[in-house]
Nanobody, 121 residues
Framework: VQLQAFGGGLVQAGDSLRLSCVASGRPLDYFSIAWFRQVPGKEREWVSCIDRSKSGAYYADSVKGRFTISRDNAQNTVYLQMNSLIPGDTTIYYC???????????????WGQGTEVTVSS
């Protein structure tokens, strides 16, 4: 499966953005999809994941209550709605696909290119 991430941009603190991860090559409903983020020079941080059955959506404590992950299998797209953005959310966001949700980025075999989010104070 090929993944493409879209939707990053420059916003002010308190604003919202919606990231999209579009899959091609295989139906999205084969996969659980996670979002990670990574500041250059630092370790990749797991942000959220939605499993392929839609029964589970999981969030890092740092984004819980502010971010919402959802999927539209008919559109082969997973969304990450990011509200109440803070400068600490500034980084590059990546989506990744695997059979199940994992916190460990090493377990994901398929990655999209990053989309950059910048939140100004």
């Amino acid at each position: 499966v090929q993944l493409q991430a879209f939707g990053g941009g420059l916003v002010q603190a308190g604003d919202s953005l919606r990231l999209s991860c579009v899959a091609s090559g295989r139906p999205l409903d084969y996969f659980s999809i996670a979002w990670f983020r990574q500041v250059p020079g630092k370790e990749r941080e797991w942000v959220s994941c939605i499993d392929r059955s839609k029964s589970g959506a999981y969030y890092a404590d740092s984004v819980k209550g502010r971010f919402t992950i959802s999927r539209d299998n008919a559109q082969n797209t997973v969304y990450l709605q990011m509200n109440s953005l803070i400068p600490g959310d500034t980084t590059i966001y990546y989506c990744a696909a695997d059979n199940v949700c994992n916190l460990n980025d090493q377990l994901y075999r398929n990655w999209g290119q990053g989309t950059e989010v910048t939140v100004s104070s």
